[in-house]
């Protein structure tokens, strides 16, 4: 059983920064970040291998960047340029290959005020 343990997040207006951050309780294939908000369903942000290949959401392309401490089980996601539409709580997810599973953070909040 892997736990991830999140921080992170807050309050900023438009055009801030934020970093979150992701700790898991073992080695994982790949980490990242995916967003819910009211309005639409769970999605992708972006996400990093152990091997460093990333994957991001065309929406916040350019604007955040993942990046992995390996030797810490640590992922963090710094978000500049922030809009009111990335408004969400995000949750860290860790994916292992063997066994196939995925595993959630707890969520945190991220507003951005107009």
């Known amino acids: 059983q892997v736990q991830l343990v999140e921080s992170g997040g807050g309050l900023v207006q438009a055009g801030g920064s934020l970093r979150l951050s992701c700790t898991a309780s073992?080695?994982?294939?790949?980490m990242g970040w995916y967003r819910q908000s009211a309005w639409n369903q769970r999605e992708l942000v972006a996400y990093?291998?152990?091997?460093?290949?990333?994957n991001y959401a065309n929406s916040v392309k350019g604007r955040f960047t993942i990046s992995r401490d390996s030797d810490k089980n640590t992922v963090y996601l710094q978000m500049d340029s922030l809009k009111p539409e990335d408004t969400a709580v995000y949750y860290c997810?860790?994916?292992?290959?063997?066994?196939?599973?995925?595993?959630w953070g707890q969520g945190t909040q991220v507003t951005v005020s107009s």
């Open positions: 990093m291998t152990v091997i460093g290949t990333t």
């Open positions: 073992a080695r994982i294939f790949r």
């Open positions: 997810n860790g994916y292992t290959v063997s066994p196939s599973r995925d595993y």
